[in-house]
Structure formats: C-alpha cells, structure tokens
C-alpha cells in the first residue's frame, strides 16, 4: 500500500512529457495535493466528469490503467466522492448538484492531504525527520507568499517517480536509510523540501481556516472529523471489505492487528 498511495500521491502533483534530454521539468498538472488525479487539472476536465460526458474510465488522470493497484485507488476515491455526496444531499436537500460535487471535492481533496502527511510520509521520512524539518506540526503552518508550491526538478524527476537523470536516482536509493525512515539523506532532503512547500504554499490547505470564509475553508468541527479518518476507513467505506488493519501502509502484525470495519468512522455531521 505504501507503493500504491506514493504513486497516487505522484499522480495528482505531477505530470512531465517523456524526454532523454535534460530539461528543467514542466508539470502538466497541478502541483498541489488537491485530489486532482481524481477530479481533473482543469475546469474542462472537471466539467467533463461531474457530467460523465468522457470515455472510458471516468477519471481525472490520464495514467490510471498503469498499473492494477492504480484503478483500485481511483476507483476507491470516486466511490468515497459518491458516497459523500449522497450524505450531503439528505443533509441539504436544496443544495444544488455542483455545490454538493464540490464541497464532496473539498473533502476528498482534505482527506488526500490528512492521509498523506499523517500516515503516509512519516513511513518514509520517519515522524523524527519531519518533526525536526518542518513537518510534524501541520496545523500552525501560516500561508506563505513568498513560497513556491511547484515541484522541485530533483522530486519530479528521481525522488518521487522515474528515473530521467540516472546519477542522481541511483545514488539516491543507493544511501543509507535516515533512522526510521525508508530513503536517505539526500531524498529525505529533497521530499521533506517538497512537502513543506506544497503545504506552506497552499493557500487552500485544509487545516487553514484562520484567513478563510466558510465557502473556501472548513471548519474546526470539520477539520477535527477530517483528522479522524484514515486510509483504512476510506478503504472500508468503499471497497466492500470487513475488516482491514488500522494502519495499512504496515503489515498485519499483532501491533497492527485486523479490526472490524465497524471500528472505522468519517464523522460528516460538521457538514450537516
């Protein structure tokens, strides 16, 4: 699973046209962790599957049949926006139908970010390297200006994807681990960079709700539900299973036991 989400991660920050030649890196899509995988990097896009008028695969990444694990993930996260969707509706019947796909769109996109910073990257930094490098705390991050959320040339093209400039991929997965953590120095360096700015960057992070009207940010009862959920109670909300590990990026162990999915709750009444 941890394979999976980093390369669902990878799909909604960052698309680069195939080359041999060195270049500086040009994202096709956008860089923040936004859900854009899912709902599309354009209005277009978007427009195009909230009405399902596209072919195929209703998706919002155009690399969603690389792999198996990858439509699992797609179809796990379209699901979730159905399913919140249809909770909202009975919570606000009069609520027209782009209004309730895009505050479903601003719950994916927050869970997306939750997951990624609480469960996913302390698995490859270790929570010790982002407490000490500007990522343990999320929540007292102020937007910042002055920071460039786009993806550094160094994580789009080796640290977080395939490899295009060889030296600089092989030596990296050739260091030795940072303690606790899955990469080495020079990665850790370059992802904790990427993440920080993509976070400090994000005037719509969903912790942010100082600066923010009600229409844009969320609230602190909603913020406190997105916290509560995890990866596994997405999975058990959407995939039909029972029971599942509580942190699915480990393996089952008897620290990581099963749990009934019955253990597992998104709370959306702060949205009711």
Same mark, same amino acid.
């Given at each position: 699973?941890? +394979?999976?989400? /980093?390369?669902?991660? $990878?799909?909604?920050?960052?698309?680069?046209? !195939?080359?041999?030649?060195?270049?500086?890196?040009?994202?096709?899509?956008?860089?923040?962790?936004?859900?854009?995988?899912?709902?599309?990097? %354009? !209005?277009?896009?978007?427009?195009?599957?909230?009405?399902?008028?596209?072919?195929?695969?209703?998706?919002?990444?155009?690399?969603?049949?690389?792999? @198996?694990?990858?439509? +699992? +993930?797609?179809? #796990?996260?379209?699901?979730?926006?159905?399913?919140?969707?249809?909770?909202?509706?009975?919570?606000? %019947?009069?609520?027209?139908?782009?209004?309730?796909?895009? !505050?479903?769109?601003?719950?994916?996109?927050?869970?997306?970010?939750?997951?990624?910073? %609480?469960?996913?990257?302390?698995?490859?930094?270790?929570?010790?390297?982002?407490?000490?490098?500007?990522?343990?705390?999320?929540?007292?991050?102020?937007?910042?200006?002055?920071?460039? @959320?786009?993806?550094?040339? /160094?994580?789009?093209? $080796?640290?977080?994807?395939? @490899? &295009?400039?060889?030296?600089?991929?092989?030596?990296? =997965?050739?260091? =030795?681990?940072?303690?606790?953590?899955?990469?080495? @120095?020079?990665? $850790?360096?370059?992802?904790?960079?990427?993440?920080?700015?993509?976070?400090? /960057?994000?005037?719509?992070?969903? *912790?942010?709700?100082?600066? +923010?009207? %009600?229409?844009?940010?969320?609230?602190?009862?909603?913020?406190? $539900? &997105?916290?509560?959920?995890?990866?596994?109670?997405? #999975?058990?909300?959407?995939?039909?299973?029972?029971?599942?590990?509580?942190?699915?990026?480990?393996? =089952?162990? *008897?620290?990581?036991?099963?749990?009934?999915?019955?253990?597992?709750?998104?709370?959306?009444?702060?949205?009711?």
């Amino acid at each position: 699973m941890l +394979m999976a989400w /980093g390369q669902f991660l $990878a799909h909604d920050m960052v698309l680069t046209p !195939e080359s041999s030649e060195p270049r500086q890196q040009i994202n096709q899509i956008t860089a923040f962790i936004d859900a854009s995988n899912v709902y599309g990097s %354009s !209005e277009e896009e978007t427009d195009a599957l909230r009405n399902k008028t596209t072919d195929g695969t209703l998706t919002g990444d155009e690399r969603v049949n690389t792999v @198996p694990n990858l439509i +699992m +993930m797609h179809l #796990m996260f379209a699901r979730e926006h159905n399913r919140i969707v249809k909770i909202l509706d009975e919570y606000h %019947s009069r609520w027209g139908e782009k209004k309730k796909f895009q !505050e479903a769109r601003k719950i994916v996109g927050a869970l997306m970010q939750h997951i990624t910073y %609480s469960e996913y990257l302390p698995k490859i930094l270790s929570q010790a390297y982002m407490d000490s490098n500007g990522l343990g705390n999320t929540a007292n991050d102020p937007y910042d200006t002055s920071v460039n @959320p786009g993806i550094i040339n /160094g994580y789009g093209s $080796a640290a977080g994807r395939s @490899p &295009i400039d060889v030296d600089f991929y092989v030596g990296g =997965i050739s260091e =030795i681990h940072v303690p606790g953590a899955s990469v080495g @120095p020079t990665f $850790a360096c370059v992802i904790n960079k990427q993440f920080e700015s993509l976070k400090k /960057g994000d005037r719509f992070w969903y *912790e942010r709700n100082d600066s +923010m009207d %009600s229409v844009v940010g969320l609230s602190s009862d909603q913020i406190a $539900a &997105i916290k509560g959920v995890t990866l596994a109670t997405v #999975m058990c909300n959407n995939l039909g299973i029972t029971k599942v590990q509580p942190d699915v990026f480990q393996v =089952i162990s *008897e620290s990581n036991a099963l749990q009934d999915c019955s253990n597992y709750n998104f709370d959306l009444t702060p949205w009711e």
